[in-house]
């Protein structure tokens, strides 16, 4: 079997038979990366003998004994909005050009522990704003299964690795879909777990009330694998939830089960009107039908709110990028301005010449919401909507387990066009955003490709620490 075939469970069980080694499936990725990477512009930093080094010592260590989880040995990429310990995070900005942090982000150092090796940093849209992955100052990232088209985004460079075969599993962040939307695009597996799931300690932040790291991932056993390493509790992040506590336990890979008898799975009717692609429409509905073949209950629904999602979501965002973004003046760390004239000279040329244009956009628009006299009127307005979106998600999951639907209105769209018009751009987020304002976990799976062959995602949304019925789900229809 080519070790790039193998998914990064299937990988791990190989090196503790000893089959391949550590190194092996290193050298491996490092081959493939060689070979697309001219083409895809995933990566924005990469420590090949780092990565090599690291494989060998995870090797040894699984010779020992030491190390036995099942990722151990597993190559996997890390979105560039995730401190890394000695290696560049720069959130594909400018202003974070030479940044290398001296610490990792909780999640990563999970990872590390149960033997994942980081292999680099994946491209994203700039501070991970952005649907397309377009906004980075490091160059666009392309879709493998087309490179004429977008990858998704925030966490496209992630999604595309995965699917190019340039690492066995990869983290994304989402903070409005930028794991389940470039999932779709990429045709990976990608899911958003509940909020405080897993700890946002070195995530650096956009919303901070909305952001959660999750997988991409080859297929559902392997996304059920890494949330189990990566959620913990963290004292480090305040959001963070301890669901030992909360009795709602993290043994995600429990839930492969390939059973979905009698689980009510609702069909937001508001999902399939104006603005669908009707080829999208069709595979989303025919998913439907093979879930409901293997014993689902699945029925139509009217979900509120749904339009005022959007304007909610980026007024929510925007307000909290504008207040998080505000660290990077020149003064701290990060890219500063080479001639100026006093600070505030400094502080403006600074952020002017530092950040791209989707950035300011959202600095400026999260500005304005929060400012004297349009706070009221725009950002409380939006929290009151966020509120009553929860209650319209608790009503819902009163009657049912799941609910389905698409993960964008359309497939991915060629390079460029949506960047000319950034309304369009967030308009595409319409099936995504709800989740990250109620805070739920959901996944995004492959259901079909399109007529120019891009892949199409399903959405299955769960009720918060509900993870293990989308894994079911996820898993029941992937095996069908």
């Known amino acids: 079997m080519d070790i790039l075939a193998y998914s990064a469970v299937e990988l791990s069980a190989a090196i503790k038979q000893g089959t391949v080694t550590a190194v092996d499936a290193m050298a491996a990725v490092l081959s493939r990366i060689d070979e697309r990477e001219s083409d895809i512009n995933a990566y924005v930093t990469m420590d090949r003998e780092q990565a090599l080094k690291a494989a060998a010592a995870v090797q040894e260590k699984i010779e020992k004994g030491e190390l036995n989880g099942v990722l151990a040995g597993v190559p996997v990429a890390v979105k560039d909005n995730l401190c890394t310990e000695g290696m560049r995070t720069t959130c594909s900005s400018k202003i974070l050009e030479n940044f290398v942090p001296t610490f990792s982000a909780e ?18 849209d700039e501070f991970a704003m952005g649907s397309t992955t377009e906004t980075s100052a490091y160059g666009v990232t392309r879709n493998p299964w087309n490179t004429d088209h977008v990858p998704g985004g925030s966490s496209g460079g992630s999604a595309a690795a995965v699917a190019a075969g340039e690492c066995y599993f990869a983290l994304g962040s989402d903070t409005g879909g930028s794991i389940r939307q470039p999932a779709s695009f990429c045709g990976v597996v990608g899911l958003k777990p509940t909020y405080g799931t897993v700890s946002r300690y070195g995530l650096v932040a956009y919303g901070s009330s909305l952001d959660q790291i999750g997988p991409l991932t080859k297929n559902v056993a392997d996304c059920a694998a890494v949330l189990e390493v990566i959620a913990s509790h963290d004292v480090k992040d305040a959001t963070s939830i301890n669901r030992k506590e909360e009795n709602k336990d993290t043994d995600f890979t429990a839930a492969l089960v390939d059973d979905v008898k009698g689980m009510k799975i609702g069909i ?42 959007i304007p ?53 628009l999260g500005s304005f919401v929060l400012s004297s006299g349009y706070y009221d009127a725009y950002y409380l307005k939006a929290l009151k909507v966020k509120a009553m979106i929860k209650n319209a998600f608790d009503d819902a999951f009163a009657k049912y387990d799941l609910i389905l639907g698409p993960v964008a209105p359309t497939t991915a769209p060629k390079l460029g066009e949506s960047l000319s018009d950034p ?58």
Request: charged share 25%.
């Open 268 to 309: 937001p009717r508001d999902y399939f009107g104006e603005g669908l692609d009707g080829e999208v429409k069709d595979a989303v509905l025919a998913a439907a039908k093979q879930l409901a073949a293997k014993g689902a209950v699945v029925e139509e629904f009217d979900l509120s709110l749904v339009a005022y999602a």
């Open 312 to 364: 909610a979501y980026y007024t929510i965002a925007a307000a909290e990028a504008s207040s998080n973004l505000e660290r990077f003046d020149g003064i701290k760390y990060g890219y500063r301005a080479a001639s100026f004239e006093g600070l505030h000279d400094m502080y403006k040329k600074t952020r002017s010449e530092g950040f791209g244009a989707e950035v300011k956009r959202r600095i400026m």
């Open 423 to 480: 309304l369009k751009m967030y308009l595409g987020d319409i099936y995504t955003i709800s989740v990250n304002l109620a805070g739920l976990p959901a996944i995004s799976l492959p259901c079909g490709k399109d007529s120019k062959g891009l892949p199409i995602g399903l959405q299955l949304i769960a009720d918060s620490f509900q993870e293990k019925k989308l894994i079911q789900a996820a898993y029941t229809y992937e095996k069908q």
């Open 107 to 124: 999640a990563v150092v999970n990872l590390e522990k149960a033997g994942a090796v980081v292999i680099g940093k994946t491209n994203m």
